[in-house]
């Protein structure tokens, strides 16, 4: 069975600072689609970045990169220049190709003014 | 990308009553999902759909219902509810193996 890990419940972060939520999942599967999900308190569910298992590149989108090593199925997000509205729980994801997602734990990123 | 509602945003009810949570999306996806959530907890996926009258349940045990008798409907049902059932309802909507696009939840109280 498929399995998503975040071992970091809570992070924290200076404003304009970098930090990096880590992730690893387990599959056996070769082709599968990965994701960061970000949850603002009291606020949607939305997607920050996507990342397809059969791509090398790491996926970028603004501040938001990943480093994806599929050999080690592990699915880190970097924050760059963080700033407050990046403060929410950030959720890492695992579809297979029956549209099912299995979610981590989620990890809290607070960030600090 | 699609829009998801749901209604109620919140919801505060008496056990015993019985409860439906709409969720409805507007581009059409095949494929749509329930999920329960508790607060600062992750997902759990409770039932799911792959498209007109398909209906799964998902990896979480659920004593809800849910049907899709239209592409873009896909209500979820408590007969008796119970203060175990207290929690966040998130639906989502997607297409083939990629993203979902969730709605705004519905936060249920049972007392």
């Known amino acids: 069975a498929q399995t998503v890990t975040q071992s970091q419940p809570e992070m924290s972060v200076q404003e304009a600072e970098t930090v990096t939520l880590s992730c690893t999942y387990d599959?056996?599967?070769?082709?599968?689609?990965l994701f960061w999900y970000k949850q603002p308190p009291s606020r949607q569910m939305i997607l920050v970045i996507r990342q397809e298992a059969y791509k090398q590149q790491n996926a970028t989108e603004n501040r938001f990169s990943v480093n994806f090593q599929k050999a080690a199925k592990s699915f880190s997000l970097k924050i760059s220049d963080s700033q407050l509205g990046d403060a929410a729980m950030y959720f890492c994801a695992y579809v297979d190709y029956g549209g099912k997602l299995i979610f981590g734990q989620g990890t809290e990123l607070s960030v600090k003014p | 990308e699609a829009d998801i509602y749901q209604t109620p945003r919140y919801l505060v009810i008496g056990t015993g009553k019985k409860i439906t949570l709409e969720c409805s999306q507007t581009?059409?996806?095949?494929?749509m999902y329930w999920y329960q959530q508790d607060p600062g907890m992750e997902l759990h996926l409770i039932h799911y759909?792959?498209?007109?009258?398909?209906?799964e349940k998902g990896d979480l045990s659920s004593e809800s219902t849910v049907s899709r008798i239209r592409t873009e409907h896909f209500p979820l049902t408590l007969e008796s509810a119970r203060p175990s059932h207290t929690s966040q309802y998130l639906c989502a909507a997607g297409q083939g193996a990629d993203e979902q696009y969730f709605g705004p939840g519905t936060r249920l109280t049972v007392t």
């Open positions: 599959t056996s599967e070769s082709d599968y689609y």
């Open positions: 581009m059409g996806h095949d494929k």
């Open positions: 759909s792959y498209g007109v009258n398909s209906t």
